[in-house]
Nanobody, 123 residues
């Protein structure tokens, strides 16, 4: 099992930027797809972005396309989410997750999850 730890969340104003980090450990990290999900109070956990092990394939939800960018550094066992032009609607707990099945938008596809990092955007 891959162990994941998120960091980089905080409180910022609309229009600002944040970069989230996901640090991975464990012998099964090689070959994994890493994704970011987010969950706001009273809402379902929703897909944000995914990146394949090869760093060739990336996927984004329609709501963040053009504003967020996912990247990874396999040598550092890390995945990042650069978030620009943040909006109040982006407020949520952000989680990173790992799967060996390839990129997926479904929560059930992921075996390993971090504990989450809070991102709050004020107007």
């Amino acid at each position: 099992q891959v162990q994941l730890v998120e960091s980089g969340g905080g409180l910022v104003q609309a229009g600002d930027s944040l970069r989230l980090s996901c640090a991975a450990s464990g012998r099964t990290f090689v070959g994994t797809t890493i994704s970011w999900f987010r969950q706001a109070p009273g809402k379902e956990r929703e897909f944000v972005a995914a990146i394949s092990w090869s760093d060739i394939l990336t996927f984004y939800s329609d709501s963040v396309l053009g504003r967020f960018a996912i990247s990874r550094d396999n040598a550092k066992s890390a995945v990042y989410l650069q978030m620009n032009s943040l909006e109040p609607e982006d407020t949520a707990v952000y989680y990173c997750a790992a799967t060996r099945r390839g990129p997926s938008r479904q929560v059930s596809s992921y075996d390993s999850w971090g504990q989450g990092t809070q991102v709050t955007i004020s107007s």
